[in-house]
């Protein structure tokens, strides 16, 4: 089952890697992480995705409770929220209708064109991680030339909220 786990933290050097270790110790995999600092410049906010039975998630959580540098863990997963995504994609246009086609499939998934050079479009997409999936089977047809993704983020709905 995919879990989306919030972690704030202290805003110090080497927090990241203990936390990452955690993962890695237990043979966990972080299928995304996203890390900035909050509102308060000494604490920053990481938002990791993983895939585990719902026990070994909890245990996980535990431990990072226990580590000196996390101020409180929240699994988003357990509360009602949004999550979001942004994207980068990389799209050769050989030709007028390579063109108009990029651009329509922009449109209806309202990415936008964010450089044009040289016969490629650099477009911008944000949305959860199935539009940005289907965006990108959309552009089959198209030669992609690269593809970036953030990771996801996301915020529970509500009076919820991991602050302090």
């Known amino acids: 089952m995919r879990h989306i786990i919030s972690v704030l933290?202290?805003?110090?050097?080497?927090?990241?890697?203990?936390?990452?270790?955690l993962f890695s110790q237990r043979g966990y995999n972080i299928e995304s992480l996203?890390?900035?600092p909050t509102d308060d410049p000494t604490l920053s906010r990481m938002t990791l995705v993983t895939k585990?039975?719902?026990?070994?998630?909890?245990?996980?959580?535990?431990?990072l409770n226990k580590l000196i540098d996390v101020v409180k863990v929240m699994e988003l997963s357990d509360y009602q929220h949004i999550e979001r995504e942004i994207m980068f994609v990389k799209v050769a246009a050989s030709n007028m209708e390579a063109c108009a086609s990029i651009k329509r499939m922009a449109d209806i998934f309202r990415a936008r064109v964010i450089?044009?050079?040289?016969?490629?479009?650099?477009?911008?997409?944000?949305?959860?991680?199935?539009?940005?999936?289907?965006?990108?089977?959309?552009l089959e047809d198209h030669k992609v030339i690269e593809v970036v993704r953030s990771g996801a983020m996301g915020i529970t709905r509500g009076a919820n909220a991991l602050k302090i």
Not at 9 to 21: F, K, Q, Y
Not at 52 to 63: F, L, Y
């Open 52 to 63: 585990g039975n719902d026990a070994s998630v909890e245990q996980i959580v535990k431990q």
């Open 9 to 21: 933290m202290e805003n110090a050097t080497g927090a990241l890697s203990r936390v990452s270790g």
């Open 115 to 138: 450089d044009v050079k040289n016969k490629m479009y650099t477009l911008e997409v944000t949305g959860s991680p199935d539009k940005l999936d289907g965006f990108l089977e959309t």
């Open 34 to 36: 996203t890390v900035a």
